[in-house]
């Protein structure tokens, strides 16, 4: 009995280790097809804003539709070591390319292919070294491209 507690215990540990925090979009505006800013109390209790973005899309569950955006939340505890989310292109346009920032210090970017990825994909962005708070974007800017984003974890 006790090992059992124990492999509990440890891989109850080990996930815990792998992500420090989410924002799954659940605590959204209600759902609006319109391209406006929209800010919202997420997952992490954190204030979150997107630009030029509808809230109607979903992935996994609620997704955030954007144009020519910037998803922020500000002052997130504990840093981040890594960076994942859910993302598929939605309509129709030109191919997207979504650049995370830390700080402001931009540490990747994906280009988002309009054709190909119109079905759900992550994006991962490994081996940050990031300790305290911190200040995460996510920015599209491609005119044309529109994007739904699911599922934030870091």
Do not use: H
């Not at 840093?79 to 830390?102: D, E, Q, T």
């Amino acid at each position: 009995m006790q090992r059992i507690l124990f492999s509990v215990w440890m891989l109850l540990l080990a996930i815990g280790g792998f992500t420090q925090g989410t924002e799954t979009f659940t605590n959204m505006p209600a759902s609006n097809s319109g391209y406006s800013i929209r800010t919202w109390t997420g997952d992490n209790n954190q204030t979150w804003t997107a630009t030029d973005a509808r809230t109607d899309q979903s992935i996994n569950g609620r997704a955030i539709g954007i144009r020519i955006s910037k998803i922020t939340c500000n002052a997130i505890p504990n840093g981040i070591s890594s960076l994942s989310f859910s993302y598929k292109y939605i309509f129709s346009g030109p191919s997207a390319n979504v650049v995370v920032k830390i700080n402001g210090t931009q540490v990747g970017s994906t280009l988002i292919i309009a054709s190909s990825e119109t079905s759900p994909q992550i994006a991962s962005f490994p081996n940050l070294t990031v300790s305290g708070p911190f200040s995460l974007e996510i920015e599209q800017s491609v005119s044309g491209a529109r994007l739904a984003i699911d599922d934030i974890s870091w």
